[in-house]
Nanobody, 127 residues
Framework: QVQLVESGGGLVQAGGSLRLSCAAS????????MGWFRQAPGKEREFLAA????????YYAGSVKGRFTISRDNAKNTVPLQMNSLKPEDTAVYYC????????????????????WGQGTQVTVSS
């Protein structure tokens, strides 16, 4: 089992940057593939990015590709999400998630693939 805690959210102007972090508990962090999602008010939860267990493979939603970068540090049990060129439509609660399932093109953007979720961190982008 793994527990996840997000941090780094806040208020930023359009065009600015934020770096979110997800801290995971447990000694088996490298056994989990990790993902970032977000949920805006009145909308469904949306996949943003995922990273494989080793960190060797990363995947992005089209809406954030080229602006967001996911990585992981298996020594520190963290999964940063660097967000650049932020837009007002990026305003949402951001969640990290973990899964033991091997990611593929069919499952990596699905909420149901992920077994563990953090509590979320609010990101607000002002225009």
């Amino acid at each position: 089992q793994v527990q996840l805690v997000e941090s780094g959210g806040g208020l930023v102007q359009a065009g600015g940057s934020l770096r979110l972090s997800c801290a995971a508990s447990g000694r088996t962090f490298s056994s989990y593939a990790m993902g970032w999602f977000r949920q805006a008010p009145g909308k469904e939860r949306e996949f943003l990015a995922a990273v494989s267990r080793s960190g060797g493979s990363t995947y992005y939603a089209g809406s954030v590709k080229g602006r967001f970068t996911i990585s992981r540090d298996n020594a520190k049990n963290t999964v940063p999400l660097q967000m650049n060129s932020l837009k007002p439509e990026d305003t949402a609660v951001y969640y990290c998630a973990a899964t033991r399932t091997l990611l593929n093109s069919w499952n990596r953007d699905r909420e149901g693939t992920y077994d563990y979720w953090g509590q979320g961190t609010q990101v607000t982008v002002s225009s």
